[in-house]
């Protein structure tokens, strides 16, 4: 019985430390929102270009339950969704010339579906990073009325499945 009592306090104690590595993330004011670990690892949805004055290359990845709801074109999107648009400047490539390729990193943003949690926004919380660290409250203040005023109809997502 000691022995069972040693294993369930370590592992009671390693689930605390994962607790705490998450809360010492940074996270978007307003919603909390965090950089998902291994996010890069993620299933593609749609890649995308963005014209001036940003000039950007965008991708947004998403975890298997967003993936699974683009392919099945399921809305609303269930809670545990997370979507995440990686975006860099555009530069011509160095090695062909009629080739755009991805410069400067520019922002990460991340979508969370949490009905619960974010209700005021359709269920959506939001995270907009710089360099890791999250924008401050004021850019945060703008994301969800953008998309409530462009795709309500598609679960306030800008992104369509690549197909």
């Not at 390729?101 to 710089?130: C, H, N, S």
Request: net charge negative; hydrophobic share 45%.
């Amino acid at each position: 019985m000691p022995l069972l009592a040693a294993l369930l306090l370590a592992a009671a104690c390693l689930g605390l430390g994962a607790a705490a590595d998450d809360a010492a993330k940074p996270a978007s004011p307003i919603y909390g929102v965090t950089v998902p670990d291994g996010f890069r690892d993620w299933r593609l949805i749609a890649p995308a270009l963005e014209d001036a004055p940003l000039d950007e290359l965008r991708a947004v990845v998403g975890n298997d339950l967003a993936a699974k709801a683009f392919r099945d074109g399921t809305l609303p999107f269930p809670d545990g969704a997370v979507l995440v648009k990686l975006a860099w400047h555009r530069t011509r490539s160095p090695d062909f010339d009629t080739a755009t390729v991805p410069g400067a990193a520019t922002t990460v943003q991340v979508m969370v579906k949490d009905e619960l949690r974010y209700p005021a926004t359709g269920g959506w919380g939001f995270g907009r990073f710089i360099d890791g660290k999250p924008v401050d409250a004021g850019q945060h203040e703008t994301c969800f009325a953008c998309h409530e005023a462009r795709v309500k109809e598609r679960d306030f997502v800008f992104t369509r499945y690549a197909r």
